[in-house]
């Protein structure tokens, strides 16, 4: 087993496409392993929103010093950091002046007693504390760069477009985690800001859970070893990337991002720590006059580690292909890989979290119970318990695994834009447990009693789906005709 950092890449697809399609669909399942031996420097930026709506109640800008505090007591020794105050302008809290500290017990301590003293007032204006954040960022080099933004409002103190070309700017140089504390700010506007950075949002339930976030996030960043990978897309003549999008463990669009040169597509991915990430691929080629019959490689993914990190990870040695093979056999085209059809299920779940607020939203209560009906059974049987947590304040929870629910008599506003930020969360997909390089697979362990209802494939014993056709496994104990079942496995799944 190698003792270096290591990232590993995993393709899942299903490589036959019918006769006349010319749409590939593929997912890139990207692990990273051994990173916490390595400690790069790192600067942390903690923007707090105190504008004049974080003291209605004060029990927000209470929570702020107090989860604030927290972060500043998480952080490292060595590691850089600063504290900004935010408004319809940006201010400095810690250090004073522009810049950044270094993180020592004095120096924390100095810190925690100026936090102490934030007091709120005036509107926001986001784009202004972005802004301070990049200047600070700049002053000192750090290889990890991040920071935290704590909103209880909207960006109304500034045209939207100054937002967006703000996130422009940051967008490579740090990330960003969000959170929403209360119930004035807006789902949307959270979600742009950690697109365009590399980050999470999520909403504060009660003030008093906004300290272990903090302290959360900030042990997060402490634990990331490398500032980028890039993936990298060596396409087939004629081949195009017509999107890539993060789908795990959250949703963003990166397609914006793409660099594209001639026959190469490329990504950047931001910060890595110990993890797995996936991303969804979409290549567009015209089969006309293609060969039909064999395997062709409509693209090499390649892994590339930022500059500086390069010598200090290992690296797939050779390229993985994703694959293209045009057939006229149905039954080997309509197939639907298990990861991609995960991604699919996923993208069903938020759907339906969405229709049941615009359902309750225009009064609409009984298409407002299908709807989360719906996303409960989806995130039951995704094992999504962040969205069913969320779930569990809108409805009452009947039978999750047919998605029987109660709509609740009263839904606080804040429990509706937390499920909305936690649809955007997913779960990494079956199979998807990327090995270290040299590492060998486990034993197959199989589910005795289950079976796919289209192939008859008996799955491993901790799948919820087939991992050759994607479908809900069916219970043999289920079944009205015991005389299906079989007595044994298959020879080829003992």
């Known amino acids: 087993m190698s003792a270096r950092p290591a990232f590993t890449l995993e393709v899942g697809q299903n490589k036959y496409l019918r006769a006349t399609a010319g749409e590939m669909h593929a997912m890139l399942t990207i692990g990273a392993h051994g990173l916490d031996g390595l400690a790069p420097t790192v600067a942390e930026v903690i923007l707090v929103d105190t504008s004049g709506s ?24 060595g590691a850089f950091f600063a504290v900004v105050s935010g408004n319809h302008e940006a201010a400095m809290v810690y250090p004073p002046a522009p810049g950044l500290a270094v993180a020592t017990p004095e120096v924390r301590a100095e810190a925690k007693a100026a936090v102490r003293r934030l007091t709120e007032r005036g509107g926001t204006a986001m784009s202004t504390w972005l802004r ?42 740090f990330s960003c985690d969000a959170r929403g504390i209360g119930d004035g700010w807006a789902s949307q506007e959270l979600l742009r800001v950690v697109t365009g950075l590399n980050g999470t949002a999520d909403a504060v339930r009660e003030d008093a859970d906004l300290v272990a976030d903090f302290r959360e996030m900030t042990r997060s960043a402490m634990r990331r070893g ?30 914006g991002r793409l660099v594209r040169t001639d026959g190469t597509v490329e990504f950047g991915t931001g910060p890595w720590g110990e993890e797995s990430r996936e991303y969804f691929v979409r290549i567009d080629v015209d089969p006309t006059g293609r060969d039909r019959g064999e395997d062709l490689r409509l693209a090499r993914v390649d892994l590339a580690a930022a500059e500086g990190a390069s010598g200090e990870v290992e690296l797939p040695a050779v390229g993985t292909p994703i694959l293209v093979h045009w057939t006229d056999e149905p039954a080997l085209s309509s197939r639907v890989d298990p990861k991609v059809g995960h991604h699919t299920r996923h993208l069903a779940l938020r759907e339906a979290i969405d ?36 779930l569990s304040h809108l409805v009452h929870v009947v039978d999750a695994s047919r998605g029987l629910v109660r709509l609740r008599e009263r839904i606080d506003p804040r429990d509706m834009k937390g499920s909305q930020l936690s649809s955007w969360h997913s779960t990494l997909s079956p199979g998807a447990r990327s090995r270290r390089l040299g590492e060998e697979p486990e034993e197959r362990l199989v589910a005795a009693r289950r079976r796919c209802p289209n192939c008859s494939r008996v799955p491993r014993a901790d799948s919820l789906f087939c991992e050759q056709c994607g479908l809900p496994l069916q219970d043999l104990s289920d079944l009205s005709d015991k005389s299906e079942a079989p007595d044994e496995l298959p020879p080829e799944d003992r």
């Open 355 to 390: 229709a049941g607020r615009l359902a309750y939203e225009s009064g609409d209560r009984a298409e407002a119970e299908r709807a989360w009906g719906l996303a409960v059974r989806l995130a039951t049987e995704l094992g999504n318990d962040r969205n069913l947590r969320w």
């Open 54 to 77: 974080m003291g209605r109640p004060g029990t927000k800008i209470g929570a702020a010093r107090r989860a604030s505090a927290a972060a500043i007591d998480t952080l490292r020794d």
């Open 226 to 255: 490398v500032p980028d990978l890039r993936v990298r897309l060596r396409l087939l003549p004629g081949a195009e990337v017509r999107y890539v999008k993060q789908v795990f463990p959250v949703e963003a669009d990166l397609t």
């Open 132 to 173: 301070l954040a990049r200047r600070v960022l700049a002053t000192r080099p750090a290889v990890i760069r991040h920071a935290i933004l704590l909103t209880d409002g909207r960006n109304e103190s500034e045209p939207g477009e100054r937002l967006d070309a703000e996130l422009d700017a940051c967008a490579g140089l």
